[in-house]
């Protein structure tokens, strides 16, 4: 495959700073962005192009930064949107302007961020627009609500907007990884919400200590799960051959978590058929 032009939001930690690593290292050319330059200088020194990007910004001034990326190599060929973070706690303590946060990151920004791709994507009847979702887009674990609401809602919008934009020649592949040594759960970038509520507060408490003590020992591995991600952008090593899927789920929890819930929904189906399908009018 020719050299791609990627360019990738988050990449101050976890993901996409690895992302920004591996695609310099395979010869690719890689813009990251960050919503603090500072953070991603080194990937700079790397010879990664570098542009802030806030994903919460408004669709202006998203345009304005997604146009100078363009820019800046004369086009786009992926698009990668990984920034997000996580607000946990339950449904009861969390404020509706925490959970708007959260969907203004993860869902509204990823949402701004493919809007001013794809007019670009479109003309050129080429791109692949990665979303990283989670195994949260599958399973809503308690206490957070916020963050596997986002995912479910992200795995809605990228599951029509890839049959909405196939026949253009984008291809759409939307990631679920499971729990990976990120970032992500660090005291900096997790918004845990304890609760004040009595019944919940033990298992709550439980929960965020749950949270705080799985950081940065989460069984997977970033850079394999880069490694297997840019293989399948570029249909090499794993996915040499091979039809890349839609929807990747990506490590062994997701893998068994998943399966669980395919196994759960097809068991209903069986077992309620006659119930689900007596609902149509009679003729
Ligand atoms: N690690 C896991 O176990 C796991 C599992 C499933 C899915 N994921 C997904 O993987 C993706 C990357 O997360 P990660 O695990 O690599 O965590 P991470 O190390 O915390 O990285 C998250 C990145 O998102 C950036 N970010 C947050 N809000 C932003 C905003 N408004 N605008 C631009 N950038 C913003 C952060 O930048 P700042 O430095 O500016 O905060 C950081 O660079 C996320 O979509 C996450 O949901 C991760």
Redesign the pocket.
């Known amino acids: 495959m020719s050299q791609l032009v990627w360019l990738v939001?988050?990449?101050?930690?976890?993901?996409?700073?690895i992302l920004i690593q591996q695609i310099l290292s395979r010869g690719d050319l890689a813009i990251a962005?960050?919503?603090?330059l500072d953070?991603i200088q080194h990937l700079g020194k790397l010879g990664a192009a570098t542009l802030e990007?806030?994903?919460?910004d408004s669709q202006e001034t998203i345009n304005d930064t997604v146009a100078k990326a363009i820019a800046e190599y004369g086009r786009i060929d992926v698009v990668v949107?990984?920034?997000?973070?996580?607000t946990a706690g339950a449904w009861e303590d969390v404020e509706y302007d925490q959970l708007l946060a959260q969907f203004?990151?993860?869902v509204f920004?990823v949402f701004k961020v493919t809007r001013a791709v794809l007019p670009h994507f479109r003309e050129r009847r080429a791109g692949v627009m990665v979303f990283?979702?989670?195994?949260?887009g599958w399973h809503g674990h308690a206490f957070t609500g916020p963050?596997a609401g986002s995912?479910f809602a992200l795995e809605g919008l990228v599951e029509s907007l890839g049959r909405e934009t196939e026949g253009f020649g984008i291809r759409t592949l939307l990631v679920?990884?499971?729990?990976?040594?990120?970032?992500?759960?660090?005291p900096?970038?997790l918004r845990a919400v304890t609760s004040k509520i009595p019944d919940y507060a033990e298992v709550s408490r439980a929960n965020m200590e749950g949270l705080a003590k799985e950081d940065r020992k989460?069984p997977?591995d970033?850079n394999k799960a880069v490694k297997v991600i840019l293989d399948l952008v570029r249909r090499e090593g794993c996915a040499l051959g091979k039809e890349v899927p839609f929807r990747f789920p990506l490590g062994r929890d997701a893998y068994e978590t998943i399966g669980e819930k395919c196994k759960e929904n097809l068991h209903l189906l069986e077992d309620w058929h006659d119930v689900i399908t007596s609902t149509d009018h009679d003729v």
């Open positions: 939001t988050g990449c101050s930690s976890g993901f996409g700073e962005t960050a919503r603090n953070k990007l806030d994903v919460t949107n990984n920034a997000a973070h996580v203004d990151t993860n920004g990283i979702s989670s195994l949260s963050y995912k679920e990884p499971g729990r990976f040594r990120t970032m992500l759960l660090s900096s970038n989460q997977g970033t």
